[in-house]
């Protein structure tokens, strides 16, 4: 069961490569009463969150070099990350890239543009499930 600690919500890794968007992320879920670290790319990602494991991670699906569902994959494989929350986020609307997501072991997928509101919402589902 999810248990916040410090005040926090919780502690949230956001990845996107924009820099824009990244922050503007990073902002809505501190908003929201989450800590966040943030990462530009997959490799700093991963490095980010085995130094400490977040309570749920925010994936941008289309990053240069290491994508969000290579990410994702690679989470899924570590012992500490096997079973955090990873939420994909994507402007991409085919269904074949959502599935994808899903296989890789995401947990939930957001569509850019995307509210600041519904991301907070598919945060704290999946936080409190």
């Known amino acids: 069961m999810f248990e916040p600690a410090g005040g926090h919500n919780g502690y949230v890794v956001a990845v996107d490569d924009d820099e824009d968007l990244r922050e503007l992320m990073a902002t809505q879920l501190r908003n929201g009463g989450y800590e966040v670290a943030t990462a530009a790319d997959g490799p700093s990602a991963i490095a980010l969150i085995q130094r400490r494991p977040p ?62 509101r519904t991301l907070l919402s598919s945060l704290e589902d999946l936080l409190l499930s």
Request: proline residues 5%; negative net charge; contains cysteine.
């Open 55 to 116: 309570d749920a991670v925010v994936l941008d699906v289309s990053m240069p070099g290491m994508s969000g569902v290579e990410v994702c994959r690679t989470l899924r494989m570590l012992s500490t990350t096997v079973a955090v929350p990873i939420i994909m986020l994507t402007a991409r609307t085919q269904v074949n890239f959502e599935t994808e997501g899903r296989m890789a072991g995401a947990d939930a997928y957001l569509t850019k543009p995307y509210s600041a």
